[in-house]
């Protein structure tokens, strides 16, 4: 039975071989995303467009609280106590 079921699904391939890419991709993705030192780097800039008069308090405030919310589910992430969800 699997070799005919293989072959009854080969027109399905490049469907399978696509949505596999596009997992890793977005696996990829969202490593980068919520990868701590990626954070550290963007709450460093933030600050620096903070003192360059780039932005305001509280558009500050807003996107660091973004990021200190993306630097916690990290550290979770990677003392594995995740509940494998992600924003």
């Known amino acids: ?11 399905f391939a490049p469907v399978r071989g696509s949505a596999w ?17 990626t954070v550290r780097a963007e709450l460093a800039r933030l600050e620096e467009r903070l003192e360059a008069g780039e932005i305001t308090e509280d558009e500050f405030d807003r996107m660091e609280d973004e990021l200190l919310d993306r630097l916690e589910i990290a550290m979770r992430q990677g003392a594995g106590t995740s509940d494998g969800t992600t924003r």
């Open 1 to 11: 039975m699997g070799l005919i079921s293989e072959v009854l699904m080969l027109p």
């Open 21 to 37: 890419v596009i997992g890793e991709v977005l696996r990829e993705a969202e490593r980068i995303y919520y990868d701590p030192a």
